[in-house]
């Protein structure tokens, strides 16, 4: 039986990374972000009324409507590697982790997206640079729910 050695490692050894990035990452949420809550408030305005976050879905769909199988994902373009100006940022410090971070989250929402449909849901992605056009983002929404 091989027995593993560890070593002692100091804080000096560890990287130490820039506190105002630690403070911007901290600040960076995973539900009832901006772009999420204007959807959600543009849905409710339109008389729809739905469930957020469902863990029993693949993917914990962002905003999910039951009763018509219909799952949405609100997406920062950057963080899910979106092709706008916005997703195709090129991190300055540390490229290679983020680049195979975006795209493993891309390729995660490809396979969830995957899944729900094989389980009969249908999906969309908003993405948050699309969000600002009111009346488009209406439209795709309430042909997307119909």
Not at 61 to 76: E, L, N, T
Not at 84 to 89: H, L, S, T, V
Request: charged share 30%; glycine share 6%; net charge positive.
């Amino acid at each position: 039986m091989q027995q593993l050695k560890l070593e002692a490692v100091t804080k000096t050894e560890i990287k130490q990374t820039d506190p105002r990035r630690s403070k911007i990452m901290r600040a960076v949420k995973a539900t009832d972000t901006g772009p999420e809550l204007i959807v959600r408030r543009l849905l409710y305005s339109l008389g729809y009324r739905y469930r957020l976050h469902r863990k029993d879905l693949p993917g914990n769909p962002d905003i999910v409507f039951p009763g018509r199988k219909a799952a949405i994902f609100v997406h920062g373009c950057f963080w899910h590697g979106h092709s706008c100006k916005r997703g195709a940022r090129v991190p300055k410090t540390n490229t290679e982790y983020w680049t195979e971070k975006i795209r493993r989250n891309a390729e995660r929402d490809k396979i969830n997206i995957g899944k729900l449909e094989a389980l009969g849901w249908k999906a969309l992605i908003v993405w948050e640079c699309r969000i600002k056009g009111t009346q488009q983002l209406q439209n795709n929404l309430t042909r997307f729910l119909v």
